[in-house]
C-alpha cells in the first residue's frame, strides 16, 4: 500500500522532470507553452492537495508545525514567480531568469521535505494515517 510519502514523493519527481524539460525550451514555442501550463497545473494541484492531506494534519503537532508552516510560506513564495511567469512573454530573457528562480524555489522546497520534513512527519504519523493520507491525497489529485 503507498503511503503519503511515495504519493508526494511521485508528484515530486514529475516536477522535477518537467522543470528540466522546460529549461531546455526556447522562445514562444508550443513546447514551451504546454509544458508551462503542465508544471503549473502540476504545482498547483500538489499544492492544494499537499496542504490538506498532508500539513493539516501535521500542523495540529508541536513537533511539525513549525515545518507545516515553512511549508505552507514556500508555496505562497512558489505561487508569487508562477504568477510573475503568466505575465511575462515567453520569448522575454526575463522568462528565463523567472525559470530558473522558479526552478531554485522548487527544488529547494522538494529536497527541503524530502530529506527535513518528510522524517519528522514520519515519526509524528501513524502507519494508519500514512496510508489513509495517501489514499485521499491521491483521489483527491485524481479529479
Known amino acids: 500500500m503507498t503511503n503519503i510519502f511515495d504519493a508526494l514523493k511521485d508528484s515530486h519527481q514529475k516536477q522535477r522532470l518537467l522543470i528540466d524539460a522546460l529549461l531546455k525550451t526556447s522562445g514562444d514555442s508550443h513546447t514551451r507553452r504546454e509544458f508551462y501550463q503542465q508544471l503549473k497545473t502540476e504545482l498547483k494541484d500538489h499544492a492544494i492537495a499537499e496542504e490538506r492531506f498532508f500539513y493539516k494534519p501535521l500542523i495540529e503537532s508541536d513537533q511539525t508545525i513549525d515545518l507545516t508552516r515553512h511549508g505552507i510560506a514556500e508555496h ?47 515519526k509524528a504519523l501513524s502507519e494508519r494515517q500514512k496510508t489513509s493520507l495517501a489514499k485521499k491525497y491521491e483521489q483527491h489529485r485524481d479529479r
Not at 513564495?77 to 520569448?91: G, M, N, Q, R, S
Not at 522558479?102 to 527544488?107: Q, R
Open 76 to 122: 505562497h513564495a512558489i505561487d508569487k514567480v508562477l504568477a510573475e511567469l503568466d505575465d511575462t512573454p515567453f520569448d522575454s530573457p526575463a522568462w528565463l531568469t523567472l525559470m530558473k528562480t522558479l526552478e531554485h524555489k522548487v527544488s529547494h522546497h522538494l529536497e527541503e521535505e524530502e530529506l527535513r520534513f518528510f522524517q519528522v512527519a514520519g
